[in-house]
C-alpha cells in the first residue's frame, strides 16, 4: 500500500430540489482530481454526499404532504444517478440523516459546550432562510435583499447557543498568512468582510423548528446547519466511533483538498477552522473555492430561474464532453461562462478538430504507410518528443495547484504542435519520395504524442480513453505513468479506423 494518502470532498448538496451544473461543477473537480491522485499512485478517499436538515427541507415536505425523510430520500437518489451518468466514483456518500452522522455531531456539539466553545444566548439578526445563513450588512442591499439569492431577509431572534468565532480571531489572521485558501481574491474578501471586521460568534441551534439533529442537553434545541454540515468532513471518517480511516486521511501526513463554491468559503474558511482547532485537528491543506457559472452575465442558480441540467447535457453532449468543458472553460480562480453555444465551440475546437482529428489522422497513416505498426525508433532526440516530456511536467505542476483548466491547456498546445508538425513535415511527400526512416520517426513521434494526450486526459475523459487508447494500438492495461514517461510503451497493430469525437452543428 502507498503511504501517499489524499482526501478530496465537496460540499454536501442541499436536497430541496434536483441538482443543477453548479453542483457537477465541484462534484466533477473532485473527481478529476480523485482519478488523478490515484493514477499518481496516492491512496485517495473522495467524500459527496448530502445536506438534509433546516427549515426549508421541512416546509418543502409539509407543502408536498410527506415527513422530512421521506422527501429527501427521493431527492438524494436522484443524486446518486446524476454522479453515476457524468462517471463520478466516491469513497462514501454521506447524508446528515446517517446515524453515525447523527451520533457523532451531538458528541461534537457536547465537546464543544465542555469546552466553552459554545455557550448559550440569543441570537438577534437577519436570516436568508432560502441560504439557510445569518446574513451580515455586507452581505445585503438597502432593502435588505440578499445580493447571492435576491431573497430579502427575515428579522431573526431566538434562544440559540453559539460557538465562540471570536475568541479565534487570531489564529484566523495567521491561518490566512499562509495559503490554505485559493484563490488569492477570496481571502482578501473574507479577511476584509469578516475576520478584520467585528468578528461575530456563529449561532449553531435553533428552536423554531424540529428537522434536525437534537442535542443532548435539551429537547427543544436542534443543530442548526453548519454545525451540523460541516461536520460531515470528519463524521465521515469515523471520528467519535471508529476513527481508523479519520487516522489515515485526516492526519498530518494525509493531503486533504476540499472544493466549494464561492457563495460557502466564508463557512468553510472561518467556521470550519475554528471547529476544527477547537476540536484538536488540522485545518485543511487547501480549500479551493471556485467562481460562479455566468449565464448572460448573470450567475446561474434555482432562484434566479437560469440553471442548467446537467442531465440534458450529459443526454447532448455525452458526460466526457460534460467533463471536459467544466475543467476547461470553468477556470477555477474567476467566474466562468456555460451556453450551448460555448459548449459546442468548446468541443469542436479541442477534442474534434485537435484531439480527434489528429489520433485520426496519425492512426490512418500508420495504417496506410506502415500496415498498422511502426519499426521501433529511438525518438529521444526528436523535438516533439522533448515537448511531450514538458508537457506532463507542466500538466503534473498545474493539477498539483489545482488549476485544471492550465493543465488541459498545456495539454491542447502539445496537440497544436503535433498538427503543425504533420503539416511541416507533411508525411504523404515522405511517402512518395520513399524516406522510408524519415516517415517512420515522424509517426513514431506522432504516436507517442498522442498517447501522452490520451494518457494525460484519462481523469477526464473517462469513457472515451480505451477507445482513444485502441486507436494508437495502445492496451490500456499495460500503460500507466512510468511506461509514459520512460517511454516503455509497447504498441500493438493499429488496425480501427474511427472517428472518436465528431464535430457537432447546431
Request: glycine share 4%; with cysteine.
Amino acid at each position: 500500500m502507498s503511504n501517499k494518502n489524499f482526501y478530496v470532498t465537496t460540499p454536501i448538496y442541499y436536497p430541496s430540489g434536483q441538482l443543477h451544473i453548479g453542483h457537477a461543477y465541484t462534484t466533477v473537480l473532485a473527481d478529476i482530481i480523485s482519478r488523478y491522485k490515484i493514477e499518481n499512485g496516492y491512496n485517495v478517499f473522495f467524500l459527496t454526499g448530502s445536506d438534509e436538515h433546516g427549515q426549508k427541507i421541512e416546509t418543502k415536505a409539509k407543502e408536498a404532504g410527506v415527513d422530512p425523510k421521506t422527501y429527501v430520500d427521493k431527492i438524494v437518489v436522484g443524486f446518486k444517478e446524476l454522479w453515476k451518468e457524468l462517471d463520478v466514483e466516491f469513497g462514501r456518500f454521506i447524508r446528515t440523516t446517517d446515524e453515525d452522522h447523527v451520533e457523532a455531531v451531538k458528541k461534537i456539539f457536547t465537546k464543544l459546550l465542555k469546552q466553552d466553545d459554545i455557550y448559550l444566548s440569543e441570537y438577534k439578526g437577519k436570516y436568508c432562510v432560502s441560504c439557510e445563513e445569518f446574513l451580515t450588512r455586507e452581505q445585503m442591499d438597502e432593502s435588505f435583499i440578499h445580493v447571492v439569492c435576491k431573497n430579502k431577509a427575515i428579522d431573526f431572534s431566538e434562544e440559540s447557543y453559539m460557538l465562540r468565532v471570536s475568541k479565534y480571531q487570531k489564529f484566523l489572521v495567521d491561518l490566512f498568512k499562509t495559503n490554505f485558501l485559493v484563490p488569492e481574491n477570496r481571502k482578501t474578501e473574507m479577511l476584509n468582510n469578516f475576520i478584520n471586521n467585528n468578528l461575530e460568534d456563529l449561532s449553531v441551534t435553533r428552536v423554531t423548528f424540529d428537522w434536525g439533529i437534537k442535542i443532548n442537553e435539551s429537547d427543544k434545541h436542534i443543530i442548526y446547519v453548519w454545525l451540523d454540515a460541516l461536520s460531515n468532513y470528519i463524521t465521515a471518517l469515523g471520528w467519535g466511533s471508529d476513527e481508523k480511516l479519520l487516522k489515515q486521511f485526516w492526519s498530518k501526513d494525509s493531503e486533504v483538498l476540499q472544493i466549494v463554491g464561492k457563495e460557502i468559503t466564508r463557512f468553510h474558511s472561518i467556521y470550519w477552522p475554528v471547529m476544527l482547532k477547537a476540536l484538536g485537528l488540522k485545518t485543511p491543506d487547501k480549500l479551493l473555492s471556485h467562481g460562479w457559472i455566468m449565464a448572460k452575465n448573470e450567475k446561474m442558480s434555482k432562484s434566479l430561474g437560469n440553471v442548467v441540467d446537467p442531465r440534458e447535457m450529459i443526454k447532448t453532449y455525452g458526460s466526457d464532453a460534460v467533463r471536459f468543458y467544466i475543467a476547461l472553460n470553468l477556470p477555477t480562480d474567476n467566474d466562468g461562462s456555460y451556453s450551448d453555444e460555448l459548449m459546442v465551440e468548446s468541443f469542436n475546437t479541442n477534442l474534434a478538430n485537435n484531439i480527434g482529428n489528429l489520433i485520426s489522422r496519425v492512426s490512418n497513416m500508420i495504417i496506410k504507410y506502415s500496415n498498422g505498426k511502426l519499426k521501433p525508433v529511438d525518438i529521444s532526440k526528436s523535438k516533439l518528443f522533448r515537448s511531450a516530456q514538458d508537457t506532463i511536467v507542466a500538466y503534473d505542476k498545474f493539477m498539483n495547484e489545482y488549476k485544471y483548466s492550465k493543465a488541459i491547456e498545456a495539454v491542447l498546445e502539445l496537440g497544436n504542435l503535433s498538427n503543425k508538425l504533420i503539416e511541416d513535415s507533411k508525411p504523404w511527400d515522405l511517402d512518395k519520395q520513399n524516406k522510408v526512416e524519415e516517415l517512420n520517426l515522424l509517426l513514431s513521434e506522432l504516436q507517442y504524442s498522442i498517447t501522452t494526450i490520451n494518457y494525460l486526459l484519462k481523469p477526464i475523459l473517462v469513457k472515451t480513453y480505451e477507445i482513444m487508447m485502441n486507436q494508437m494500438g495502445v492496451n490500456i492495461k499495460e500503460i500507466n505513468k512510468e511506461t509514459v514517461v520512460k517511454n516503455k510503451i509497447i504498441y500493438n497493430q493499429v488496425s480501427e479506423k474511427l472517428v472518436i469525437f465528431k464535430r457537432i452543428t447546431i
